[in-house]
């Protein structure tokens, strides 16, 4: 049994492809980052019937990732000419439909029969990293504002979180020391933590550069089943946030998601209205 991780956009028919690749034996998990980082990991099948550039910034990702490079890509669908774009970056990748889908996974698992009409490397060569690879910078480093050359405080950050930022741009580096460092991101898991140290953190860094990270409603905690972890507690909410920040000078200059189980919020310095 391979342990499969897809990447899909259309639910209902996300359905119907895990339960080709259940059918056929495997394990298969929709979008489940968690799982991608186990070594369990076998193959990772992405759609391109929906967003096709997405799901090639996706794979182009998995190569950047030493963890994930010689996964199998098994791509899904889409229209010719942009499953062609996919195959220049990606020329040593599995290109299948869903009819064929268990066919395609059993070849591009690791003792699979190759196929060469695929244009497949041949087992045991290195996968192909496309041009430009080496500068391509994850999702989550652009989302977070991490930059070349930054010094990052990263403050109880889970064990993942670093996996989860992929190679780091040249010059940048992460420290758990605050002070001294040009960006911070502080893991919180209650209004209390937070209470108790925001006027530290924000004092130790540059203005408007302190990320605050709390747990999402019902997220799975550390070793914790879902339901039970910190997300389930935690009062933590956006607004919690941006209202304790606000007597402090300071708003909400972004928001975004970190993960399954984070979302983080910038804490910039407040623009003042007329009046006020």
């Not at 930054?150 to 403050?155: E, K």
């Not at 064990?159 to 605050?178: A, N, T």
Request: with cysteine.
């Amino acid at each position: 049994m391979a342990h499969i991780f897809v990447v899909h956009w259309r639910p209902a028919e996300a359905e119907e492809l895990l339960d080709r690749l259940r059918q056929a034996g495997h394990h298969a998990r929709l979008d489940d980052w968690h799982l991608l980082r186990k070594e369990t990991t076998d193959a990772v099948v992405i759609s391109l019937d929906r967003s096709p550039a997405h799901g090639r910034v996706v794979g182009v990702y998995l190569r950047q990732l030493k963890r994930t490079r010689h996964l199998p890509l098994i791509f899904l669908g889409g229209l010719p000419a942009k499953v062609e774009r996919v195959r220049r970056s990606l020329p040593d990748a599995h290109y299948t439909s869903l009819e064929d889908l268990s066919a395609t996974v059993a070849r591009a698992l690791p003792g699979g029969a190759s196929d060469s009409a695929e244009g497949s490397v041949t087992r045991g060569d290195l996968p192909v990293v496309p041009k430009g690879m080496i500068d391509y910078q994850s999702p989550l480093l652009k989302k977070l504002n991490m930059k070349a050359g930054m010094r990052v405080a990263t403050i109880a950050a889970p064990p993942e979180f670093e996996e989860l930022l992929g190679d780091l741009p040249e010059g940048m580096r992460l420290q758990e020391r605050v002070r001294g460092a040009d960006l911070g991101i502080w893991f919180v898991h209650s209004l209390e933590e937070l209470e108790a140290g925001l006027d530290t953190f924000i004092h130790q860094l540059p203005p408007g550069r302190l990320w605050v990270a709390w747990p999402k409603k019902g997220a799975r905690g550390a070793g914790g089943a879902r339901g039970s972890g910190w997300g389930a507690r935690t009062e933590l909410t956006q607004n919690v946030v941006r209202d304790l920040a606000t007597p402090r000078g300071l708003g909400m200059a972004k928001i975004c998601s970190i993960d399954a189980t984070w979302t983080a919020m910038l804490l910039g310095q407040k623009r003042i209205s007329p009046g006020e």
